[in-house]
């Protein structure tokens, strides 16, 4: 029985892990390498499909209980939260064309600092010395990868930052602005109703500044009709993000997220080369204190996955500096989530 349990949970955190890596390295071969630049309407389609397919999980497989929205206050603060979410992931997707997969890592790593200084504007909710002292490697890390990326660009990487904040800052409003019991929503039904909402901002956006996308679109479906399955994929594995990212926190503890991602380790591919050594470097970041933090230590080793992966895949040059930082940055976000169990 342990060791059906223990398979079950390495399934979840590879569809995890798989999911999470594939959108981003597909998201990244499309707008960059395939040419096809549009990230607002890649955006639409990643949306469209979350609606449908979570409402499918929800309403007729049952994974989860439907809640329902219960006033128009709660409707207008999920929509507030959609429009920052979409801006987040507008820009996150348009800074892919931009930066190689392994610098977006390293500035979205730097997710905990923009959380802090938006928590503290906003709620004036002050943390304890020592874990605003853990962010200091976490921006230095940034810095230091920024100036040793051999494929540094000035706007990518200020849209990359502006994606990052907006993620640290629709996770605080979320905080705030669904607190009380009535209004609080799981992850799933969450995505259920802002998805759609998203859909209604990203259309009129698609159509002002992506003029006529899908003429475009289906122009080049006629002379490659794999765009198509391209963005049907893409879109799928946009919600199984979300599924997956659901079900391995509802699953799993942290001492058998920690039996995962050893045994992970030690069975990939990855690591019948020298790139096995690098995972490794930057994966034992996370398992000093990974029985106390594991889902961010298991979101931090994903990066350094993705990281590794993308750069086998892309070929991008990287630097000795490079990785350092990130390795740096890495690190800084491990001791910002162990210093913030600790101050509770």
């Known amino acids: 029985m ?17 999911s999470n890596i594939g959108v981003l390295l597909l998201n990244k071969y499309l707008l960059s390498n395939y040419g096809f630049k549009y990230p607002i309407f890649l955006t639409m389609c990643h949306m469209t499909a979350c609606s449908l397919l979570s409402y499918v999980a929800i309403a007729w497989m049952k994974m989860v209980p439907m809640q329902t929205i219960r006033s128009r206050v709660q409707f207008m603060k999920i929509s507030a939260l959609s429009l920052i979410f979409c801006a987040s992931v507008v820009s996150g997707n348009v800074s892919l064309r931009f930066l190689p997969v392994s610098f977006n890592q390293a500035i979205g790593a730097t997710t905990p600092f923009f959380t802090a200084v938006f928590a503290y ?8 010395w020592l874990t605003y002292v853990t962010l ?15 494929s540094f660009h000035l ?5 990359c930052v502006a994606a990052t904040a907006a993620r640290a800052l629709k996770s605080v409003l979320q905080g705030i602005l669904l607190s009380s019991e009535g209004e609080k929503l799981n992850s799933m039904n969450l995505l259920l109703y802002m998805a759609p909402i998203a859909v209604v901002f990203l259309l009129p956006a698609t159509l ?3 003029e006529n996308v899908v003429g475009i679109t289906l122009a080049l479906a006629r002379d490659d009709v794999k765009i198509i399955w391209y963005l049907l994929f893409n879109s ?17 503890s942290a001492l058998t997220l920690q039996v995962c991602l050893v045994y992970m380790q030690h069975s990939s591919p990855l690591c019948s080369t020298e790139v096995c050594d690098c ?12 029985a106390r933090m594991a889902d961010g230590v298991l979101g931090n080793a994903k990066g350094a996955v993705a990281v590794v992966v993308s750069i086998l895949i892309f070929r991008n040059p990287v630097s000795v500096t490079g990785m350092l930082g990130y390795a740096l940055t ?5 001791l910002y989530s162990e210093a913030k169990k600790r101050s509770k």
């Open 136 to 150: 200091i490697p976490v921006v230095t890390g940034v810095v230091i990868a920024s100036g040793g990326e051999p």
């Open 121 to 128: 504007i906003m709620t004036v909710k002050r943390e304890a």
């Open 279 to 290: 995972f490794q470097i930057l994966s034992m970041l996370h398992l000093s204190a990974i």
């Open 236 to 252: 799928t594995l946009a919600f199984f993000v979300n599924l997956t990212n659901f079900l391995v926190t509802k699953h799993t």
């Open 330 to 334: 890495v690190l800084g976000v491990v």
């Open 155 to 159: 706007f990518g990487f200020i849209i």
């Open 208 to 210: 002002l500044m992506e």
């Open 2 to 18: 342990k060791s059906s349990s223990r398979f079950f949970t390495i399934g979840l955190v590879t569809s995890w892990y798989s």
